[in-house]
């Protein structure tokens, strides 16, 4: 079946640092990719969405691009902040449908 | 507009127990889905309403859950008995569609089961 993998956290970086989370995927069809974000003690936030081959997803500074070729959906910021500390879910939801597939998350801790 | 809300936040149950979580989807909405975090690993689909019909239960674990939603306004799910492996957070979400529609999370019921 569907899945998604993510690169294992906790991930610490000092404010102002590059950040990259790692995610793949597995999917028959052509899913459309998701990176959500949840703050401390708030819900589950979309924070970007990309949906065919080469697109780009952006928000908040976050980027993230769906590769077909090597099925993968990196986010990537360019200096993060304190405020960014969170935890990040990569998802997936197939061309049927409703069911989001996640990731098991990664948790980002930034330091001032 | 309001998000979806939950309620309790955090509910902390001996095993055994009985357990009813409630979800209040967007005012709208016809799909609500409920998801369930266990220990720190990936979240997983439960089920899946449009109005007051279940559409897939293919993610409930096993017959200790049962989730209704009746008038097809808010939902709630009842673990009965609750057994240690339920402690989780149980996430509610909602869309207005299917396929195009974002689907809006609310801020989860963190579930102890000791």
């Known amino acids: 079946g569907d899945s998604v993998t993510q690169m294992e956290g906790p991930v610490t970086l000092s404010e102002e640092a590059f950040l990259t989370i790692n995610c793949t995927y597995t999917a028959t069809g052509y899913p459309s990719l998701f990176w959500y974000v949840q703050y401390p003690g708030e819900g589950l936030q979309l924070l970007l969405k990309?949906?065919?081959?080469?697109d780009k997803g952006s928000n908040k500074g976050f980027e993230a691009t769906y590769r077909k070729e090597t099925t993968s959906f990196h986010l990537e910021k360019g200096s993060v902040q304190v405020s960014d500390s969170a935890v990040y879910f990569c998802?997936?939801?197939?061309?049927?449908?409703?069911?989001?597939?996640f990731g098991a998350g990664t948790r980002l801790f930034v330091k001032a | 507009e309001a998000g979806v809300t939950q309620f309790p936040s955090h509910s902390v149950i001996e095993k055994g127990q009985t357990v009813t979580l409630r979800c209040d989807p967007i005012s709208g909405h016809d799909n609500l889905y409920w998801y369930r975090r266990v220990m720190g690993k990936e979240i997983k689909f439960l089920l899946h309403f449009v109005k007051e019909s279940k559409q897939d239960e293919s993610g409930m674990p096993n017959n200790r859950f049962l989730a209704e939603r009746t008038g097809g306004t808010y939902s709630t799910l009842k673990v009965q008995p609750a057994e240690l492996e339920d402690s989780g957070v149980y996430f509610c979400?909602?869309?207005?569609?299917?396929?195009?529609?974002?689907?809006?999370f609310g801020p989860g019921t963190r579930l102890t089961v000791t």
């Open positions: 998802a997936l939801r197939d061309t049927g449908g409703f069911k989001t597939i």
């Open positions: 990309a949906t065919k081959a080469d």
């Open positions: 979400a909602s869309s207005q569609g299917r396929w195009t529609y974002e689907q809006y």
